[in-house]
T-cell receptor
Framework: GENVEQHPSTLSVQEGDSAVIKCTYS??????FPWYKQELGKRPQLIID?????GEKKDQRIAVTLNKTAKHFSLHITETQPEDSAVYFC????????????FGTGTSLTVIP | GAVVSQHPSRVICKSGTSVKIECRSL??????MFWYRQFPKQSLMLMAT?????????EQGVEKDKFLINHASLTLSTLTVTSAHPEDSSFYIC????????????FGNGTRLTVT
């Protein structure tokens, strides 16, 4: 099955700095990679996703890169703000209907004002 | 769109009793729903895949007789924790995808189960 690893487990940055979270996956058939943000006690919310036919995607301060050959993908948050503080999860899926999503272990991001 | 509703949000029960958690897709049909378990400060662990009209597929190490899943309609899946024990205390979250492959999961609000 799929194994998704995520690093770092915790990350503290100063407000305005950038944050980078990295994930690797094992299943070469995975082709869909979403990122979720989870605030304490709440449901995970999708913040950005990328499909295997794309190498990079950006949405305002958030960007994701994908290297299929190396089987890794990364989340980049620029100009971080205190409200970015949360736990972030990467995930991988084969993308077929009904296929499971496997999540990384999560990164607790703290943005220091 | 793509709203997933989960109920109850919080439940406290005594050891030995059973608890049912409902997951509904409000504005789309979900032939497949997923049940996750999350321990404090840990990741989402996939427990089982709930398939409408057929048996659920359980991940390795998850007891199917302990965690009963029923997906009787295209908008409702239920997870029943049977004969609950304190170690079953956790945060359970359901999810579904509205468009099938290559589309994101939408999560329910989760259920905080405490077994005393």
């Amino acid at each position: 099955g799929e194994n998704v690893e995520q690093h770092p487990s915790t990350l503290s940055v100063q407000e305005g700095d950038s944050a980078v979270i990295k994930c690797t996956y094992s299943d070469s058939a995975s082709n869909y990679f979403p990122w979720y943000k989870q605030e304490l006690g709440k449901r995970p919310q999708l913040i950005i996703d990328i499909r295997s036919n794309v190498g990079e995607k950006k949405d305002q301060r958030i960007a994701v890169t994908l290297n299929k050959t190396a089987k890794h993908f990364s989340l980049h948050i620029t100009e971080t703000q205190p409200e970015d503080s949360a736990v972030y999860f990467c995930a991988a899926s084969r993308g077929n209907t009904g296929n499971q999503f496997y999540f990384g272990t999560g990164t607790s991001l703290t943005v220091i004002p | 769109g793509a709203v997933v509703s989960q109920h109850p949000s919080r439940v406290i029960c005594k050891s030995g009793t059973s608890v049912k958690i409902e997951c509904r897709s409000l504005d789309f049909q979900a032939t497949t729903m997923f049940w996750y378990r999350q321990f404090p400060k840990q990741s989402l662990m996939l427990m089982a895949t709930s398939n409408e009209g057929s048996k659920a597929t359980y991940e390795q190490g998850v007891e199917k007789d302990k965690f009963l899943i029923n997906h009787a309609s295209l908008t409702l899946s239920t997870l029943t924790v049977t004969s609950a024990h304190p170690e079953d205390s956790s945060f359970y979250i359901c999810s579904a995808s509205s468009q099938g492959g290559n589309s994101p999961l939408h999560f329910g609000n989760g259920t905080r189960l405490t077994v005393t």
